[in-house]
């Protein structure tokens, strides 16, 4: 429902009625939903594929036989790396906002493949960590135009638990990447220059098949919307209803419930952002850092020196390390499947408050059974896995809630923000974690795990105070719109 001519050459300066949002939150589940996950979703899956590949390359990296470089190169590439996915998100999250999701996530995308295909080809340590620079930009782009888009196409009543499941498919890449690293890097099968080359390459070949099924993603009708496109936003969303009246074999939809009256103000200035943000969502602000600083701590302290941790203190050999990955990304992975749909039913308030600080609690006691010399290999690793059952949750939650608990003008740079805010504060962790390991003494540790614990203790404090309840609310109720004249009202 459309009532006012828009001036789809630019910005509407007309306010404009529309039943855009409500028409979307109210479709059926469908097939086509499905190729929104998996499209868009797949960012994911590629930035844990990544992260395991050059963990997993760092001693081939250093063989005479192919590039040579230093353990401090080694470790600087994953810095360049971090740094790329920091300011990719800064970046490409702004052009988000300004030029629609559809067009950033295609181009993030395109920035992956390019700089990883040319991975492959590194030839010396620089190439290696600028092509590492520039894939990092390419993933953390896609963080800011993948959470906005699926948030802004995917109903309100499944929102929630959508976002949890596909937040949790990072460790699906994760050890997918375990996986090949395992077949390609072994000498015995392919030549040692060969076989992590072929990783970067068939990164890039999983990469170029999503990039072509995301041609079928249009651009978010909300987001045309707000830029005054309400004709196009119009059409996009005729076309989705007609798909899913055709899958499902009806030929009605429920009525939308609710319109909009809205005046675009298309690309908003960075000073609006920064009041927006600070001024008008202050609380809201405090629990996006406090959420994403909590849960990058614990994820970047533990993932990154668990083999450390167990080579160190339970003397197992670093060739068999990789098998104690296996049930700590399952983990991981089953936690936002199982638990995830609660945060759309029991709400987010108390499933986030609940994750987080369980998530501290069982830390907390699996550093003393640590301390006390009553874990061994397989125990810490089943301790592990228990507590980022709930912690891989409450980690998705973050971005879930970063990404609907403000306006849709700023919704991209505000996930961006937050990532780069989580990412450059946890990145001590794991220089932090490794001094403690490297000192040999447990109770060294311990002080570490009670310093994780805390951040997430007190995270999911700040979530009982502040949390939002958005669960199976319209994006526009959760925030309101800077576009919106006034507030919904019945249709």
């Not at 001036?7 to 086509?32: C, E, F, H, Q, Y």
């Not at 339970?314 to 399952?330: E, K």
């Not at 609660?342 to 609690?361: A, E, K, N, P, W």
């Amino acid at each position: 429902m459309l009532k006012a001519a828009s001036n789809d050459a630019g910005v509407s300066s007309k306010a404009v009625r529309t039943d855009i949002p409500a028409r979307m939150d109210r479709l059926p589940w469908s097939r086509w939903h499905w190729l929104v996950i998996i499209s868009l979703g797949i960012t994911w899956i590629l930035d844990g594929l990544e992260v395991t590949i050059v963990g997993s390359i760092g001693a081939v990296l250093q063989d005479k036989q192919t590039l040579s470089l230093s353990a401090v190169e080694v470790a600087s590439a994953g810095t360049a790396y971090l740094i790329g996915a920091v300011l990719g998100a800064l970046f490409f999250g702004r052009m988000t906002d300004k030029y629609g999701r559809k067009l950033l996530f295609m181009v993030t995308l395109g920035v992956y493949l390019i700089a990883t295909v040319a991975t492959a080809f590194s030839f010396n340590f620089i190439w290696f960590a600028a092509c590492r620079f520039l894939t990092g930009t390419g993933i953390g782009g896609e963080y800011s135009a993948i959470n906005s888009a699926i948030d802004e196409l995917i109903p309100a009543r499944v929102r929630g638990h959508t976002d949890l499941a596909i937040n949790g498919t990072w460790w699906v890449g994760t050890a997918f990447g375990a996986g090949l690293t395992a077949f390609l890097l072994n000498p015995h099968l392919l030549p040692v220059d060969l076989g992590w080359r072929l990783c970067f390459g068939l990164g890039a070949v999983l990469g170029l098949a999503i990039l072509i099924v995301r041609r079928f993603v249009p651009e978010s009708p909300r987001w045309l919307m707000m830029h005054g496109r309400f004709e196009e936003a119009d059409k996009i969303v005729k076309m989705i209803e007609g798909e899913v009246m055709k899958e499902d074999h009806i030929t009605s939809l429920p009525e939308p419930q609710g319109t909009l009256l809205i005046r675009p103000v298309g690309t908003v200035s960075y000073r609006k952002i920064a009041q927006t943000m600070l001024k008008e969502y202050p609380t809201r602000s405090l629990l996006g850092f406090a959420l994403m600083v909590g849960q990058a701590f614990l994820y970047n302290a533990i993932f990154f020196t668990y083999g450390l941790v167990l080579t160190t203190f339970y003397h197992i050999p670093a060739s068999t390390v990789g098998y104690y990955l296996i049930p700590f990304a399952i983990g991981n992975i089953i936690g936002p499947l199982t638990i995830g749909r609660l945060f759309d039913t029991i709400g987010r308030r108390q499933m986030i408050s609940f994750t987080y600080i369980i998530s501290g609690v069982l830390l907390t006691i699996t550093g003393w059974l640590f301390l006390q010399g009553m874990l061994n290999a397989v125990t810490q690793t089943i301790c592990w896995s228990v507590i980022f059952f709930f912690a891989s949750a409450g980690a998705s939650s973050a971005y879930l809630t970063v990404s609907e608990v403000f306006p849709l003008e700023v919704r991209a740079l505000a996930i961006a923000l937050f990532y780069a805010i989580g990412t450059g504060a946890a990145a001590v962790a794991p220089l932090l974690f490794g001094v403690l390991i490297q000192s040999g003494k447990p109770i060294e540790v311990f002080y570490g795990d009670l310093v994780g614990a805390a951040l997430m203790a007190g995270a999911g404090v700040v979530a009982v105070f502040f949390g939002v309840k958005a669960e199976r609310q319209s994006l526009e109720s959760v925030a309101r719109p800077l576009s919106l004249v006034e507030e919904m009202e019945a249709a």
